[in-house]
């Protein structure tokens, strides 16, 4: 069945540092691809997301592309910063699949440090 | 108010006794999702439904059951609490076109 598999944590870093979380996926069908954003004691929100090869989304900094050839998804911010502090989920939802369900990556805890 | 409301934020509960956890949504979606967090699992799928009248299970809903008493509202009940089902339960909405809104998380703790 379809998988996502992302980098284990926690990830630390200095304030500005630049950020990379790596997400690889595998889907039977063609998927739409996800990170979502869990700060403490909240659920998660939408970071940003792309629906097809090639499509990049952008939010707050973060990027990431849709690589069908790699099957990946990595999610990158050039400076990060305290309040970026988070955990950091990569996720798919497969067309194909009439649910719409979410598929989620273990997720990745990020602790940035002034 | 949040969109997608979901009550009690925090429970403890003994093995064997019946728990029930509520969600409501204000975003007017038709599909509602139900989720399991785990520490170093993800968020796995319980149970879903399209309207009040369609419910499916997802790939974890054994020992759990859901009631969609109408379109706003979501619960998910615990028939007979075991502590392998202590986690932190999500409950999210869908459009048709939009991307999945969760609430804040029920943490659970069976003991």
């Known amino acids: 069945g379809d998988s996502v598999t992302q980098m284990e944590g926690p990830v630390t870093l200095s304030e500005e540092a630049f950020l990379t979380i790596n997400c690889t996926y595998t889907a039977t069908g063609y998927p739409s691809l996800f990170w979502y954003v869990q700060y403490p004691g909240e659920g998660l929100q939408l970071l940003l997301k792309a629906t097809k090869a090639d499509d990049k989304g952008s939010n707050k900094g973060f990027e990431a592309t849709y690589r069908k050839e790699t099957t990946s998804f990595h999610l990158e911010k050039g400076s990060v910063q305290v309040s970026d502090s988070a955990v950091y989920f990569c996720?798919?939802?497969?067309?194909?699949?009439?649910?719409?369900?979410?598929?989620f990556g273990s997720g990745t805890r990020l602790l940035v440090r002034p | 108010d949040a969109d997608v409301t979901q009550t009690p934020r925090n429970r403890i509960t003994k093995t064997g006794k019946r728990i029930m956890l509520e969600c409501s949504q204000t975003?007017?979606?038709?599909?509602m999702y139900w989720y399991r967090q785990d520490p170093g699992l993800g968020l796995r799928l319980i149970y879903y439904?399209?309207?009040?009248?369609?419910?499916n299970k997802g790939e974890i809903s054994d020992g759990y059951s859901v009631s969609r008493q109408a379109q706003a509202k979501f619960s998910l009940s615990l028939e007979s609490a075991i502590p392998n089902q202590t986690a932190l339960y999500f409950c999210?909405?869908?459009?048709?076109?939009?991307?999945?809104?969760f609430g804040q998380g029920t943490r659970l703790t069976v003991v």
């Open positions: 999210a909405t869908q459009g048709l076109n939009t991307e999945a809104f």
């Open positions: 439904s399209f309207d009040v009248k369609d419910i």
């Open positions: 996720a798919l939802s497969d067309r194909a699949d009439s649910s719409y369900k979410l598929i």
């Open positions: 975003k007017g979606h038709d599909r």
